[in-house]
């Protein structure tokens, strides 16, 4: 069956603008999860989603930074007023539920210029 | 607070050899363990996971680890390397209620001929 898809692949930006990033998750996920992966801070977690609601957002590295899921499925993590430190791959992950094993997407490479 | 550490960060054997990639974990209660790989540009795919049960995991592509509580270890295995293994690879724990992943700075594979 498809896996989990996130768009765009590649975002190249200006500091200072918005940029939203995709995913979609496996059919039948439950929970979603985001995190960032880059050359200095390896794999972080930013945060999860059970069904719609995201419990606990204290992962997410600043307030510019937020995220949504609705109708259960797609989700959209947006950076506001990026910054070169925002460039990373922003990987997506689903699971049928939490505490099941996370499946993950491709990832997005941000570039902040 | 839970932590992983993979002590080498890069791994050269040749094609055939026998690999051992260590990785050693911090958590206060039964851990979930998993070891993910990741080629270039690409996204993490799993390749086994401990929940509970036999401390011997065995997983896809010949890869197995094995759970020591005593020594806070998650080691993983392949008895023969072939040259397609050359990757990255994450050790990786997660919470009891399966929100999070933290994950250890990886190690990364070199396969010569």
């Known amino acids: 069956g498809a896996g989990v898809s996130q768009s765009p692949s590649n975002k190249v930006t200006e500091k200072g603008k918005d940029v939203e990033l995709r995913c979609d998750p496996i059919?039948?996920?439950?929970?979603l999860y985001w995190y960032r992966q880059s050359l200095g801070q390896g794999l972080e977690f930013l945060i999860y989603?059970?069904?719609?609601?995201?419990?606990?957002k204290s992962g997410l590295p600043s307030d510019r930074f937020s995220a949504e899921r609705t109708g259960g499925s797609v989700s959209t993590l947006t950076i506001q007023r990026t910054q070169q430190e925002d460039s990373a791959v922003y990987l997506c992950?689903?699971?049928?539920?939490?505490?099941?094993?996370?499946?993950f997407g491709p990832g997005t490479r941000l570039t902040v210029l | 607070a839970q932590s992983v550490t993979q002590p080498d960060i890069h791994i050269t054997v040749s094609e055939g050899a026998s690999l051992e990639l260590r990785c050693n974990y911090s958590?206060?209660?039964?851990?979930?363990l998993f070891w993910y790989v990741q080629s270039p540009g690409q996204g993490l795919q799993l390749l086994l996971k401990?929940?509970?049960?036999?401390?011997l995991v065995q997983g896809i592509k010949g890869f197995e680890a094995e759970f020591k509580r005593s020594q806070s270890s998650f080691n993983l295995r392949k008895p023969s390397v072939h040259w397609s293994d050359a990757a990255e690879y994450f050790c990786?724990?997660?919470?009891?209620?399966?929100?999070?992943?933290?994950f250890g700075g990886g190690t990364r594979l070199m396969v010569k001929p």
């Open positions: 992950a689903s699971s049928p539920r939490t505490g099941d094993t996370q499946y």
């Open positions: 059919s039948g996920h439950t929970a």
């Open positions: 989603f059970q069904g719609n609601s995201a419990p606990d």
């Open positions: 958590y206060g209660a039964t851990p979930y």
């Open positions: 401990y929940f509970s049960g036999d401390t």
């Open positions: 990786a724990v997660g919470d009891q209620a399966g929100n999070m992943l933290t």
